[in-house]
């Protein structure tokens, strides 16, 4: 069968499935049942913190966990452990994230940069707009503290800071609540992966083989 002809099957389908929809209608308009579970099991605070960790690490993460005033510290000394000589930041990180990491150049990010720029970087630090504990999952939306996607994409190394306080929720749909759909965004469950028809995995395809995430409490 012709690509036209399937087209024109799929079509017909579409238009007798909404022959009883009246055309003035929107989906707006109607309200849509939902009843599945925003969670599974309630938890604690620290609770949630805990299976965000463990879920972070099961998908190959490094999850380090401090108080507020050691961040500075652990960031320099995850990039001294990793011996990067540069990082790139976005335009919203705060500087005294960066403040004790002496001797490692900080590279703005630039919608000038090309790929190939961003690949002779050696790390790239970030904040996060939400972390889902059910799943593992960061979520990134472009804004000041994360910067332009690409710059999470090419680089080797991401370290991405997420506050316990405020920016961990348990399950997606809560996760949905607090995300502007009309922003680009990035979910990362893990460093880049992928494997191929004999189930041998490759990292650092398409984004970073080491992520970092550390996780700053208070």
């Known amino acids: 069968m012709s690509s036209a002809g399937s087209r024109d099957i799929v079509l017909g389908r579409i238009r007798r499935a909404l022959a009883d929809v009246p055309r003035t209608e929107r989906p707006q308009d109607v309200p849509v049942e939902r009843t599945y579970l925003r969670t599974h099991g309630e938890r604690s605070e620290r609770q949630t913190a805990d299976l965000l960790a463990e879920n972070l690490a099961d998908y190959r993460a490094v999850v380090h966990r401090c108080p507020s005033g050691e961040l500075p510290v652990r960031v320099a000394s995850l990039l001294a452990a990793r011996g990067s000589a540069t990082v790139v930041v976005a335009p919203g990180v705060p500087q005294e994230w960066l403040s004790e990491a002496a001797g490692v150049a900080r590279i703005p990010d630039s919608a000038g ?106």
């Open 113 to 218: 940069q090309t790929a190939h720029e961003l690949d002779s970087v050696d790390s790239v630090v970030t904040g996060c707009a939400v972390a889902i504990a059910e799943t593992g999952t960061i979520v990134l939306d472009a804004s000041p503290d994360q910067g332009r996607r690409r710059i999470t994409l090419v680089p080797d190394h991401h370290i991405c800071v997420v506050r316990l306080a405020d920016q961990v929720v348990d399950s997606v749909p809560q996760a949905l609540e607090r995300l502007d759909p009309a922003r680009p965004l990035t979910w990362i469950s893990g460093p880049s992966a992928t494997s191929d028809i004999e189930l041998d995995r490759v990292e650092g395809v398409h984004g970073p083989r080491t992520l970092e995430v550390v996780l700053v409490e208070g």
